[in-house]
């Protein structure tokens, strides 16, 4: 596999799908596709005609089963420190202001796993499997886990993940909250798109502006959230999005999003 494929991009109605593309390794994240990933989300975010961005990985059997262990076996701890200087790929992800939303078809472990938690939301098929198991190879999540997955599924259920490494299947995922939905893999896709469409037919401006807002909760307490919430519903207000939202409600048509 040469390193300009272990990515694929494509476009469906404004929602762009991203996938990683080593099924032989389970799609494992290694340099090469780090690079290239976060280089595809650059791209998504710059890109006007892309309203929500998709993550997933090749084949039936992998989102990401990890990053690869061959890379970092011999790094020193400086070595290892400057390889996760920011922004990272997880932080690319997390930062981006359209909506993202990882589809999980299959092992979801380690960075892969991480890699999911940096996203909006996670659609996972009933035969994923999904895990933080580093402490088996003597080291602890480097990629966000010890700090998002406890904001996402409470402290005493990321505690028992990391510190056990045991990985966990789809439908128990979705029963602690790690995943938003869970359905068949032979649906996942459709599923994920149907989620996808629904955020990418509204005005990408004021999904960006939802976004800021909703990201208060988790970084500031609640009442400079609430008050984040205030400047930034004015902001929308500022908006042309806004106007013609309006206008297209009263008219009883659909609005013409400007993005603007």
């Not at 206008?247 to 999003?257: G, I, M």
Request: overall charge negative; proline content about 5%; hydrophobic content about 45%.
């Amino acid at each position: 596999m040469s390193e300009e494929r272990v990515v694929e991009i494509e476009t469906d109605d404004g929602v762009r799908i991203l996938t990683i593309n080593r099924p032989e390794k389970r799609n494992a994240l290694n340099a090469a596709v780090r690079e290239k990933l976060s280089g595809a989300v650059d791209e998504a975010v710059a890109d006007p005609d892309v309203r929500v961005l998709v993550l997933t990985g090749a084949g039936d059997k992998a989102f990401v089963a990890g990053a690869d262990v061959t890379e970092f076996a011999e790094r020193t701890p400086i070595e290892q420190r400057r390889a996760m200087a920011h922004p990272t790929l997880f932080d690319k992800v997390w930062d981006a202001p359209l909506p993202t939303i990882a589809m999980i078809n299959g092992w979801c472990l380690g960075g892969g796993c991480e890699l999911a938690l940096a996203c909006d939301l996670r659609v996972g098929a009933d035969t994923a499997t999904l895990g933080q198991p580093e402490v088996r190879l003597g080291i602890i999540p480097g990629g966000g886990a010890t700090q998002r997955l406890p904001r996402l599924v409470g402290y005493g259920k990321a505690l028992q993940l990391v510190l056990s490494g045991e990985p966990i299947d789809g439908v128990s995922a979705y029963e602690i909250g790690l995943l938003d939905e869970v359905v068949p893999l032979t649906e996942l896709r459709a599923r994920t798109l149907e989620i996808a469409r629904s955020m990418a037919e509204k005005s990408p401006v004021t999904l960006a502006i939802a976004k800021r807002a909703l990201r208060a909760a988790l970084e500031v307490p609640l009442s400079a959230g609430l008050e984040q919430e205030r400047d930034l519903f004015a902001l929308a207000f500022a908006t042309e999005d806004k106007a013609e939202g309006v206008r297209a409600f009263l008219d009883k048509r659909k609005p013409e999003w400007r993005g603007r």
